[in-house]
């Protein structure tokens, strides 16, 4: 089953697929450009990967000093950046590089402590699409990537969907895509994560209780380019659905 | 979905944590002037431009009283006292002049971590684990703290004093840690940003007790005990 998150008519509901339409749970259909898209759930904690694609990381090869070896490189994200399907994320005005990110998103559905590979797709709920921006330009050294690149507000939009665990055979077998105005500018596969999910589920919940709700991205392939205002940018996942984003222009950082 | 059982309720607005915890690194001058000219060569190559910031999430949390494993592959970590600033009002690209009007409160806040010398790229093992984050006792509305960077700060271990400093000597006071972050993220009712650990933070191991005192806003205690050696069943 596939649920969406919307407000529509002044309150907020759980909505499924209706042909192209929207069914809401007390039974009305609505037009999905009828309603505002929030994050297909209330996210707990947000965990998130870098360089989890052997192509990604070549991409990136030049500005690294340290690549991920024995252990994934992670960072925490707090849940303000999270917008929702058809939002509108910001692009600062001095940015020069402002890049996508189509990422596979795990949701946990159980509480999980020293969980093995084997047993840990039990722990998981769903998935949805996730497009974790970042800004280039504010990227320094200090706990990198820091917030100011990864935890802007409006710069994680996730969703359409929360798909069930059950509708997805198999999580590292499925295609992702980004386009740019219609145009194709990335596109990998899961099976070619560094570490996979069941990997990451072991290792987090060997040192950290993982909770329901909680959200793991689990990192962007090869081919992210720069973003303008006016841009649509839709990331899609197979089986998952497409996430579409549109950029917008944010004034200076100055209070208006 | 739920949320872990993690509340810390108080007698004003907003009358309850969110969960949502920020953490500042290197904001204590001291703790910059440590770093010295390693701050300008690799892999750091600069000083920090912005804050330097981290999440405690939601499994790091725990109250006053509470008791914190020490992990069996961490047997010494680092107590790291922290002035909390307790939002009250929605805030976002607030200005020196209006920044201490939407901060409800103060508390305390023990980031704990597994003791680490990079600041690069830390891996989240060092800051992330179950019980990392003690937060209270309470929350001391804003009003009744009339010079929050001008605070004394004290970590006693086993009831020996191991470390003073103050709230002041930082490189972004409240206001200022206040204006430049949330320049680029909205902080909610109920988030809490720590002003920062301070240098020199102490260390503690299995079978001691941390209190953390703040003055005007409290002292937070709590027990490290000895991870099993059986931990935790799988879910």
């Not at chain 1, 209780?209 to 205002?229: A, E, I, M, N």
């Not at chain 2, 910031?53 to 914190?68: E, H, M, R, S």
């Not at chain 2, 191991?205 to 003055?215: C, D, L």
Request: charged residues 20%; aromatic residues 6%; proline residues 7%.
């Amino acid at each position: 089953m596939k649920t969406a998150r919307v407000a529509y008519s002044g309150a907020i509901h759980t909505a499924t697929p209706h042909g192209d339409q929207l069914r809401l749970a007390d039974g009305r259909i609505v037009a999905e450009e009828a309603v505002v898209w929030l994050p297909p759930f209330e996210v707990g904690t947000l965990i998130a990967l870098g360089l989890n694609y052997a192509d990604h990381l070549k991409e990136l090869s030049k500005e690294l000093t340290v690549t991920a070896k024995d252990e994934p490189l992670v960072f925490l994200k707090g849940p303000g950046s999270l917008i929702g399907h058809r939002g509108q994320t910001r692009r600062p005005a001095d940015a020069t590089f402002m890049h996508y990110e189509c990422e596979l998103a795990v949701v946990i559905g159980k509480t999980a402590r020293n969980v093995k590979k084997a047993d840990a797709y039990g722990v998981i709920a769903g998935y949805t699409v996730a497009n974790d921006y970042a800004i280039r330009d504010y990227l320094e050294n200090w706990y990198r990537p820091n917030l100011r690149v990864k935890n802007r507000d409006t710069c994680t939009p996730i969703g359409p969907w929360l798909v069930d665990a059950a509708d997805i055979a198999d999580p590292m077998n499925l295609a992702l895509q980004t386009t740019v105005n219609g145009k194709v500018t990335q596109s990998g596969h899961t099976r070619d994560m560094i570490f996979n999910v069941p990997f990451l589920i072991e290792y987090f919940s060997s040192f950290m209780t993982l909770y329901p709700g909680d959200l793991l991205l689990t990192g962007t392939p090869d081919g992210v380019v720069d973003c303008q205002p006016g841009d649509v940018i839709v990331t899609e996942i197979e089986g998952l659905g497409a996430l579409v984003n549109t950029i917008a222009a944010q004034a200076s950082a100055t209070k208006p | 979905m739920i949320v872990p059982p993690f509340q810390l309720a108080f007698d004003h607005a907003p009358y309850r944590l969110s969960g949502v915890v920020y953490g500042t690194l290197l904001n204590h001058r001291p703790a910059q002037q440590a770093l010295g000219a390693q701050m300008l060569q690799a892999p750091y190559k600069a000083a920090p431009k912005a804050p330097v910031l981290y999440v405690k999430p939601l499994n790091t949390l725990v109250l006053d009283g509470a008791a914190v494993t020490v992990p069996l592959d961490a047997p010494e970590l680092e107590v790291g006292a922290a002035l909390g600033i307790v939002i009250g009002r929605s805030a976002c690209r607030l200005t020196p002049q209006d920044a201490l009007d939407h901060v409800a409160g103060y508390t305390i806040v023990n980031d704990v971590s597994v003791p680490h010398d990079s600041c690069y790229r830390p891996s989240v093992r060092f800051k992330a684990r179950d019980g990392f984050c003690p937060i209270g006792p309470a929350v001391v509305p804003r009003t009744s703290v009339a010079h929050p960077d001008a605070l004394r700060m004290q970590v006693w271990i086993d009831g020996v004093l191991q470390q003073e400093t103050r709230t002041g000597d930082r490189v972004r006071n409240v206001a200022q840690l206040l204006v430049d972050v949330t320049d680029f993220m909205t902080l909610q009712p109920g988030d809490v940003l720590m002003l920062g650990v301070s240098a020199g933070a102490p260390r503690v191991r299995a079978g001691q007790e941390v209190a953390i005192e703040i003055e005007g806003v409290g002292r937070l205690v709590n027990h490290f005990v000895a991870e099993s050696c059986n931990p935790g069943a799988a879910a």
